[in-house]
């Protein structure tokens, strides 16, 4: 059970996928909605609002896992995000297999990773679970409606620029010319998003960062090195960015990830 109390101990701008791998059955209840999962689906989990659920099957049989993904890695509009909580994500075929498949791999070679590896594994993760999440919300909702047209592009748009993160000179402008879209109109797309563009790039941007500061395998990297590594141009700008986002400046939240966890 996750209360209120709990949510804001927790990380409200963290989506949770519960995966019913093997051997069970479960139920979860949140936004008013039950979802009765059985083995071979998904459901998603918003970490801003409270929920409870269980899951039930033999011990030596019952696999399941959650995979914690950031609200920014997940783009996702947040009516879509709404109409999947607590909606079964079937596993058994097409990208949902394959998703099912990768992440039984992962865990069962958990321990062959090495702490470098997990920015690589983390954005495999990602482009399978995204557009899964995508056709399942539009395959809910009956024929394609201009909505469901402006996610796809949404979600296109910004597949995009989580790819050309390490380029200084991505911009709203540049995202623009490269889909052959106005200013104005993209702007219109984010705007459903509550974030502006340069906003989300930004928080793409300052999330890699995180990861790379948390990871013992990039400490050969500097501070400097690791902004740089994604588009920021300016190190005195990334450290007032990087502060007002996780309330500590690089040096600390590394010195932190290095004594415990991040």
């Known amino acids: 059970m996750r209360t209120p109390r709990l949510v804001g101990r927790g990380d409200p701008d963290v989506h949770q996928i519960l995966c019913l791998l093997h051997g069970g059955t479960g139920s ?31 011990p030596e049989l019952l696999r399941a896992l959650v995979v914690h993904v950031p609200r920014a890695l997940l783009p996702l509009p947040p009516g879509a995000v709404r109409e999947l909580l607590a909606r079964p994500v079937a596993l058994d075929r097409g990208l949902g297999g394959a998703l099912s498949h990768w992440l039984t791999d992962v865990c069962a070679r958990a321990d062959e990773f090495a702490p470098a590896d997990l920015s690589a594994l983390a954005s495999v993760t990602v482009d399978l679970l995204v557009p899964l999440l995508g056709r399942s919300h539009r395959a809910g909702g009956g024929p394609e409606s201009a909505e469901d047209r402006r996610g796809a592009l949404r979600r296109q ?17 540049s995202v623009a010319r490269a889909h052959s879209i106005s200013l104005r109109y993209l702007y219109q797309l984010f705007r459903e998003q509550e974030v ?19 990871d013992p395998g990039q400490s050969f990297r500097t501070i400097h090195a690791i902004a740089a590594r994604w588009g920021f141009t300016s190190g005195a700008h990334f450290s007032r960015a990087f502060h007002t986002a996780y309330g500590l400046p690089p040096s600390e939240y590394r010195d932190l990830a290095r004594t415990g966890p991040a």
Do not use: F, K
Not at 165 to 170: G, K, Q
């Open 28 to 58: 979860l209840e949140q936004a008013g909605r039950t979802a009765r999962l059985r083995a071979g689906e998904l459901v998603v989990v918003d970490g801003s609002l409270p929920c409870r659920g269980w899951l039930q099957g033999p």
């Open 157 to 173: 748009i910004q597949d995009h620029i989580r790819r050309h993160l390490a380029d200084p000179e991505l911009s709203p402008a």
């Open 196 to 214: 502006t563009v340069a906003g989300w790039i930004r928080q793409c941007r300052l999330e890699r960062c995180r990861r790379d500061l948390a």
